[in-house]
């Protein structure tokens, strides 16, 4: 695909938690225990739970504002993805979800069996996202004591089973971490399960360019991302692949850019520099190398306290990282604003955008009715027939 051609975009569920702070449902907490979740005298209450009618509200939105898929998240304090994404797949049309899973948890076998089911049960709306996990903590929750590159090790071996499985020949494999025989599925999933992997570390890069369909990164400056992406090609290329590249991002698009900049200052009331360093410790033991690339970029705001560090680029802003794990920027502007930039990591070859916002609902809306159609006349983003 050509630079500044058609890309595809995608929504966020809100398993964990939802709300009008970022203060709510933070890092390593859950729930009413995250601290600051009931409304201020006189105010809207900012914490929403992830029950079933509110997370069908999400996925209706996103489908109803023409985003092409929707991810289902993983991780302790998030409900099950593949229970969520089994029960939102009625509730929706045409929305493709995007399931994340981490290979330590569950089997290659019973996983490619579960693709294959719910691949049929949505019609073929399943995509996966395959998260070898990168704290250490949380993966001792679900017995894995593996060390970081035995998991992406460990990953390659799980996505060779997925893949055999999916032939429907019986499959054998033995490998460091598997012993497999006979590994198959009653009918191969039609279109077979597209494959989302992210990973930052030396590695995770030849993990991705042997076995991924689409490399995604979390969202960084444009020269950041550039590097990677050339990373990624010349891994790709040393295997005789071509990868996809994708990108997450959290926006705050309003009709001008004064309104977003507001929007965004509201997303930390109430947070204060003791919450913001509880935050960070849990992630600072990460062993990730894209959260660590995450912390980086909100360094000096941490320490300082000076505010204008956290637009590391025109319209990026790192202040979802002070509060949050994993994707930690988000883009701010006028929607004509995020559209530029969105068009730059275009042109750097990103084909596709997994966006969020906060609450999810609303902002689904903001950037559906105002983003998505200035995308839409650059030629960026496909024409849809269920939008507004």
């Known amino acids: 695909m050509t630079a500044g051609s058609i890309a595809k975009f995608h929504w966020f569920l809100p398993t964990a938690s939802d709300g009008r702070s970022l203060a709510v449902g933070t890092h390593g907490t859950h729930g009413a225990a995250a601290g600051g979740n009931q409304a201020p005298e006189g105010g809207a209450d900012r914490f929403r739970a992830p029950d079933i009618a509110y997370l069908a509200q999400v996925a209706r939105a996103a489908e109803q504002q023409g985003f092409d898929g929707i991810l289902t998240p993983t991780g302790t304090w998030c409900e ?58 949380e993966q001792a929750r679900f017995g894995d004591h593996l060390t970081k590159e035995q998991r992406y090790a460990r990953t390659g071996e799980f996505l060779t089973v997925l893949r055999g499985a999916w032939s429907c020949t019986p499959f054998d494999f ?27 570390s030396e590695a995770a890069g030849p993990v991705a360019a042997r076995h991924v369909d689409t490399y995604l990164t979390w969202g960084e400056p444009p020269a950041q991302v550039a590097e990677k992406l050339a990373w990624m090609r010349r891994l790709a290329s040393e295997e005789g692949r071509t990868l996809r590249f994708g990108i997450r991002f959290h926006v705050v698009a309003r009709d001008t850019s004064r309104e977003a900049w507001e929007a965004a200052s509201r997303l930390l009331d109430r947070m204060d520099s003791a919450h913001v360093a509880q935050v960070q410790s849990v992630l600072a033991v990460s062993e990730s190398t894209g959260q660590a690339r995450m912390r980086a970029l909100h360094e ?56 969020s916002g906060f609450p999810h609902l609303e902002e689904a809306y903001w950037v559906g009715e105002g983003v998505l159609p200035e995308l839409r006349r650059r030629g960026i983003a496909p024409a849809s027939s269920t939008a507004a």
């Open 80 to 137: 099950d993805a593949w229970l969520v994404t089994a029960a939102l797949a009625r509730e929706t049309e045409r929305l493709k979800f995007l399931v994340a899973f981490r290979p330590g948890s569950v089997s290659p076998t019973l996983a490619a069996q579960m693709a294959s089911t719910l691949q049929r049960l949505s019609r073929g709306r399943l995509l996966l996202n395959v998260v070898t996990g990168g704290e250490r903590d």
């Open 174 to 200: 033995k490998g460091e971490y598997y012993d497999i025989r006979g590994a198959t599925v009653a009918a191969p999933p039609n279109p077979l399960p597209e494959i989302y992997f992210g990973g930052s």
């Open 300 to 355: 000096t705001f941490r320490e300082g306290w000076r505010h204008d560090d956290l637009e590391i680029y025109p319209n990026v802003w790192a202040g979802v990282g002070l509060l949050r794990g994993g994707a930690g920027t988000a883009l701010v502007g006028s929607h004509a604003e995020v559209a530029d930039r969105i068009e730059e990591y275009r042109a750097l070859g990103i084909e596709e955008f997994i966006l």
